[in-house]
T-cell receptor, first 112, second 114 residues
Framework: GNSVTQMEGPVTLSEEAFLTINCTYT??????LFWYVQYPGEGLQLLLK?????DKGSNKGFEATYRKETTSFHLEKGSVQVSDSAVYFC???????????FGRGTSLIVHP | NAGVTQTPKFQVLKTGQSMTLQCAQD?????MYWYRQDPGMGLRLIYY???????DKGEVPNGYNVSRLNKREFSLRLESAAPSQTSVYFC?????????????FGPGTRLLVL
């Protein structure tokens, strides 16, 4: 079946540090890949997505590249801000089940 | 454009009580979903409705029922609440169920069952 594995958190960084949150997946066919972000007290919202291999999704300074050979979709940002503190979820949509599969989430804490 | 709205925001129940969580979307989406979020577990799908008039079980449907009242509204009912149902519940919608669809989430309902 489909599955998503994210690195355990929390990830704690100082402002302006480089961020990587790892995500690997197992899926049938050719999945679409997503990163969602959940700010404190709110619902999830889409951060970025990629629908085919080698695609790069980007938004608000965050980037992730769909790597089929390593079945990965790691989230990166060059310089994090305090306002980026949130929980980040990797997710996939795959043929056979059109319902997304979510990872467990990675909490990011950015200190001034 | 309110997006996805959920009521109530918070609820405390005693074991055995019943309640209905309400969800509505104003984006004319065909598909709607109910998830629960527990610490360390991520999001787990309870039920979904691919289109008006259809509902299907997700990963953790036991103890819940749903109703797709119309295209806009999708409610989740707990007939006899149990402490294991203490969680944060999110409703979501998407234009349709497909590989590439983005889901839009409501703000959540925080439920405590004593």
């Amino acid at each position: 079946g489909n599955s998503v594995t994210q690195m355990e958190g929390p990830v704690t960084l100082s402002e302006e540090a480089f961020l990587t949150i790892n995500c690997t997946y197992t899926a049938t066919g050719y999945p679409s890949l997503f990163w969602y972000v959940q700010y404190p007290g709110e619902g999830l919202q889409l951060l970025l997505k990629a629908t085919k291999a080698d695609d790069k999704g980007s938004n608000k300074g965050f980037e992730a590249t769909y790597r089929k050979e390593t079945t990965s979709f790691h989230l990166e940002k060059g310089s994090v801000q305090v306002s980026d503190s949130a929980v980040y979820f990797c997710a996939l949509g795959s043929g056979g089940s059109y319902i997304p599969t979510f990872g467990r989430g990675t909490s990011l804490i950015v200190h001034p | 454009n309110a997006g996805v709205t959920q009521t109530p925001k918070f609820q405390v129940l005693k074991t055995g009580q019943s309640m209905t969580l309400q969800c509505a979307q104003d984006m004319n989406h065909n598909s709607m979903y109910w998830y629960r979020q527990d610490p360390g577990m991520g999001l787990r799908l309870i039920y979904y409705s691919a289109s008006e008039g259809t509902t299907d079980k997700g990963e953790v449907p036991n103890g819940y029922n749903v109703s797709r009242l119309n295209k806009r509204e999708f409610s989740l009912r707990l007939e006899s609440a149990a402490p294991s149902q203490t969680s944060v519940y999110f409703c979501a919608s998407s234009e349709k169920t497909s590989l590439q669809e983005t889901q839009y989430f409501g703000p959540g309902t925080r439920l405590l069952v004593l």
